[in-house]
């Protein structure tokens, strides 16, 4: 069946964090008399830290929000010097290979776990229709979040390929749908991957060609 829609991750698939240390991020957050100590305490600061993200509108959003479970103070300077702070800390940039994507002649989405004005805010807002779990209603590797999508653009699972580089939650739930798969995997993560890999966007095109 003709292929309509190719889904793409976001994290590790399009972008990807060049600096981020979590250790020195969890240090330089003690000037907001935040301190993470200890794997549990790291454990429950991400929990809040994606909940907060995938709720917000934006970084003051955001940023208010994470202060306020954390029980921390949120006057209006304060907030909006942690707003500064965590868009500076939590930057990204877009493989240079995407390029090689942006005109293969299907249509596109973005699918992510992310907030949409942390997308949006990408050289990628434009690339094609994003997905966010306000749309979705849950996190992958929930089926639920892919049919939210298929069914959005009116396709049927066959008709659709979703290109990520988690095998568990971007590639298994899909594939059960009936959803064609490719997992990019540019740091040999996964050797002994049976399925459709590609190493860099340069390698999609002719994947696609050949489902």
């Known amino acids: 069946m003709k292929i309509k829609l190719v889904i793409f991750d976001f994290w590790k698939t399009l972008a990807f964090a060049p600096e981020y240390d ?4 969890y240090s330089s957050l003690g000037g907001f008399g ?8 790291a454990k429950r600061f991400s929990s809040l830290f994606s ?6 509108k934006n ?12 029980g921390k103070d949120k006057k209006k300077e304060d907030i909006k010097a942690f707003a500064d702070f965590l868009k500076e800390k939590i930057s990204y940039k877009i493989y240079n290979d995407v390029k090689e994507i942006l005109n293969i002649p299907y249509e596109k989405a973005i699918l992510t776990d992310s907030a949409r004005f942390f997308v949006e805010n990408s050289e990628l807002k434009n690339f094609g229709r994003i997905f966010t779990p306000v749309e979705t209603k849950s996190l992958k ?8 999508v298929i069914n959005d653009f ?3 699972p066959e008709e659709c390929v979703i290109v990520g580089d988690d095998v568990e939650r971007d590639l298994v739930s899909s594939k059960n749908l009936g959803m064609k798969t490719i997992l990019i995997d540019r ?4 050797p002994d991957y049976k399925g459709i890999k590609i190493n860099s966007f340069g390698e999609l095109e002719a994947a696609l060609a050949g489902l």
């Not at 935040?34 to 305490?41: C, L, P, R, T, V």
């Not at 970084?59 to 954390?70: N, P």
């Not at 740091?187 to 996964?190: A, G, I």
């Open 51 to 56: 909940k907060s993200m995938r709720t917000s």
């Open 34 to 41: 935040i301190e993470i100590k200890g794997k549990d305490n």
């Open 154 to 156: 009116k396709i049927k």
């Open 141 to 148: 590797p929930d089926p639920k979040v892919f049919l939210t």
């Open 22 to 25: 979590p250790q020195k991020f």
């Open 187 to 190: 740091e040999n993560r996964y």
């Open 59 to 70: 970084w003051t959003v955001f940023s208010e929000q994470l202060l306020t479970d954390l």
